[in-house]
């Protein structure tokens, strides 16, 4: 193997850093696998909601009935809609966050990021062997989680669980984006603490876009809802998944060209 290849791809590297994230695989998997099974669950118990709404105020009521009576027209738009735009995107944000906001400021907090540049492999790689290790983690408990959430389905009824699969990719890629972000700030900080803190500040302050309907088509936390598509009916958006790719690839790359020049 020429010494490009070995530089690109380091199999020791990408061990440490499975090591290192191991425990935040087994906390997402069991963390999102038992919010999916209880979430799942709850269908159980659809028909009390309705009669919740009688407690409501009307335009609360009126607000909520149409959202409700989607989510309860099958089994199915039920577990979308309580797993894919809720638990699953949200505590899937927080793993994303947690995962690369750990990426270099915990190897700066720890004192080890000097041994680890010092390495014969360039900084590009090493940032590029954090960032796919990560991204595996991000996945596999994002899809391990999904098809507990499905099973669970499947033992309660019918479920089309194809379009519960599509789903789940558009969300994966969207939370890429997130890890990302995560990534390029980390790079920037000396404690991940700090670095988790800042890019959910600044997620959260960006998530404002997809609450308005101007501004929802610039948020990718609403494309990788998938509303138009899973509630609307329209077509499967590629397009917004080929976009959040590209934003994806821009911010690892941004965080790799910053960390291969920052000074430590």
Same mark, same amino acid.
């Given at each position: 193997?020429?010494?490009?290849?070995?530089?690109?791809?380091?199999?020791?590297?990408?061990?440490?850093?499975?090591?290192?994230?191991? $425990?935040?695989?087994? =906390?997402?998997?069991?963390?999102?696998?038992?919010?999916?099974?209880?979430?799942?669950?709850?269908?159980? $118990?659809? &028909?009390?909601?309705?009669?919740?709404?009688?407690?409501?105020?009307?335009?609360?009521? &009126?607000?909520? /009935? !149409? /959202?409700?009576?989607?989510?309860? %027209?099958?089994?199915?738009?039920?577990?979308?809609? *309580?797993?894919?735009?809720?638990?699953?995107?949200?505590?899937?944000?927080?793993?994303?966050?947690?995962?690369?906001? *750990?990426? =270099?400021?915990?190897? =700066?907090?720890?004192?080890?990021?000097?041994?680890?540049?010092?390495?014969?492999?360039?900084?590009?790689?090493?940032?590029?062997?954090?960032? +796919?290790? !990560?991204?595996?983690?991000?996945?596999?408990?994002?899809? #391990?989680?999904?098809?507990?959430?499905?099973?669970?389905?499947?033992?309660?009824?019918?479920?089309?669980?194809?379009?519960?699969?599509?789903?789940?990719?558009?969300?994966?890629?969207?939370?890429?984006? #997130?890890?990302?972000?995560?990534?390029?700030?980390?790079?920037?900080?000396? %404690?991940?603490?700090?670095?988790?803190?800042?890019?959910?500040?600044?997620?959260?302050?960006?998530? #404002?876009?997809?609450?308005?309907? +101007?501004?929802?088509? +610039?948020?990718?936390?609403? *494309?990788?809802?998938?509303?138009?598509?899973?509630?609307?009916?329209?077509?499967?958006? $590629?397009?917004?998944?080929?976009?959040?790719?590209? =934003?994806?690839?821009?911010?690892?790359?941004?965080?790799?060209?910053?960390? +291969?020049?920052?000074?430590?």
């Amino acid at each position: 193997m020429s010494r490009e290849v070995e530089n690109l791809f380091n199999i020791a590297l990408l061990r440490k850093e499975f090591r290192e994230l191991r $425990w935040l695989l087994w =906390v997402g998997i069991i963390v999102l696998s038992l919010m999916g099974i209880i979430a799942a669950l709850t269908w159980l $118990w659809t &028909d009390d909601l309705f009669g919740m709404l009688d407690l409501m105020g009307q335009e609360f009521r &009126d607000l909520m /009935e !149409g /959202e409700m009576r989607f989510a309860m %027209d099958s089994l199915t738009n039920y577990l979308w809609s *309580q797993w894919h735009p809720k638990n699953l995107l949200q505590i899937g944000t927080l793993l994303a966050i947690i995962i690369g906001a *750990q990426a =270099v400021a915990s190897e =700066v907090n720890r004192g080890s990021i000097e041994f680890l540049i010092s390495r014969p492999v360039s900084r590009a790689s090493i940032l590029i062997h954090k960032s +796919a290790a !990560g991204a595996i983690i991000l996945s596999l408990a994002v899809w #391990v989680s999904t098809l507990f959430v499905i099973g669970t389905g499947m033992a309660l009824g019918s479920v089309h669980w194809q379009s519960l699969l599509a789903a789940t990719f558009l969300t994966n890629i969207g939370l890429f984006i #997130v890890q990302a972000f995560a990534t390029w700030i980390s790079v920037h900080s000396a %404690d991940a603490i700090k670095a988790g803190a800042i890019s959910a500040a600044l997620l959260a302050l960006y998530s #404002v876009l997809g609450m308005f309907r +101007a501004t929802s088509q +610039a948020s990718f936390f609403w *494309q990788m809802r998938g509303i138009s598509w899973f509630v609307g009916g329209g077509a499967y958006p $590629w397009l917004a998944i080929v976009g959040m790719i590209t =934003v994806t690839l821009l911010l690892f790359g941004l965080a790799i060209h910053q960390f +291969a020049k920052k000074e430590y």
